[in-house]
């Protein structure tokens, strides 16, 4: 699964004022998730995969490619999701369709209930085509990149191990409490939710985005 280079610039874009803070008025109850689970089979499914990992047939040769959503829907704030289907890729000249005037407010929600909850493995893909996310496997690639970094110098293992522990609480913390923002705007919310907790220190959490920009640097992370 490959995160293309842009993918990092629109996790950073900047939420149209007319959604930004938005938060979802559909709790993600069983009737919401299964009808979004219809509507993301017949219009989403055929680009974004099955699992909601960006390989269905018609997505896969697009430049830049259908992203990974059930992944990155577990990162992404519940405005920054709704812009996105709302408006699609032409912010971006991507070939991501804009769906505000074919779908309703409510159904767009719907569907992000549907992809966070495949993204968590709490529902199945609904056809056999493509992967599903796997956080295992996910962890032992970071893990890999870690080990890497480590033995080119970039980041002691004391560091990577720091990394590690607040990136593991931080995913926790995401996929748990969806709010609002972007993938940095959450990134920072979380960090300074699982500071005010108690679970990790603000000097882990410094340790955390320093090595992050060293790693982005280096090349070695997406
Ligand atoms: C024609 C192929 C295609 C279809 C159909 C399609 N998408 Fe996309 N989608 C893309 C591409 C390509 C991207 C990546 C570029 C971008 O973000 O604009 C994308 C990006 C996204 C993103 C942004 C994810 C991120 O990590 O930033 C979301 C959310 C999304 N699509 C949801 C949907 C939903 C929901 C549907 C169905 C209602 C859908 N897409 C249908 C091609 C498609």
Redesign the pocket.
């Known amino acids: 699964m490959g995160m293309d280079s842009g993918?990092m610039e629109?996790?950073r874009a900047s939420i149209p004022e007319a959604y930004a803070g938005l938060n979802s008025p559909v709790p993600a109850e069983e009737e919401s998730i299964n009808r979004g689970g219809d509507?993301?089979t017949t219009?989403?499914a055929?680009?974004?995969g099955d699992g909601g990992m960006g390989d269905g047939p018609?997505?896969q040769s697009?430049n830049?490619?259908?992203?990974p959503?059930a992944h990155?829907?577990q990162m992404?704030g519940d405005d920054y999701?709704f812009w996105?289907?709302s408006e699609?890729?032409a912010p971006?000249g991507?070939?991501?369709?804009p769906?505000a005037g074919t779908?309703s407010e409510e159904n767009i929600w719907d569907?992000i209930n549907y992809?966070r909850a495949l993204g968590r493995g709490q529902e199945q893909p609904r056809g056999g085509m493509g992967a599903t996310n796997d956080p295992a496997a996910q962890a032992t690639q970071q893990a890999d990149m870690l080990a890497q970094a480590v033995s080119q110098g970039v980041i002691t293992q004391e560091e990577a191990d720091t990394f590690s522990l607040v990136h593991t609480a931080l995913d926790d913390y995401l996929t748990t409490n969806p709010g609002t923002g972007n993938a940095q705007e959450r990134q920072t919310t979380g960090l300074a939710a699982l500071v005010s907790a108690g679970t990790i220190t603000q000097s882990q959490a410094d340790t955390f985005l320093n090595v992050h920009d060293r790693l982005l640097e280096a090349g070695l992370m997406h």
Do not use: D, K
């Open positions: 993918m629109r996790h509507l993301y219009h989403c055929s680009c974004h018609a997505g697009l830049p490619p259908a992203a959503i990155t829907s992404l999701l996105r289907i699609g890729g971006f991507s070939a991501m369709p769906w779908l569907i992809v």
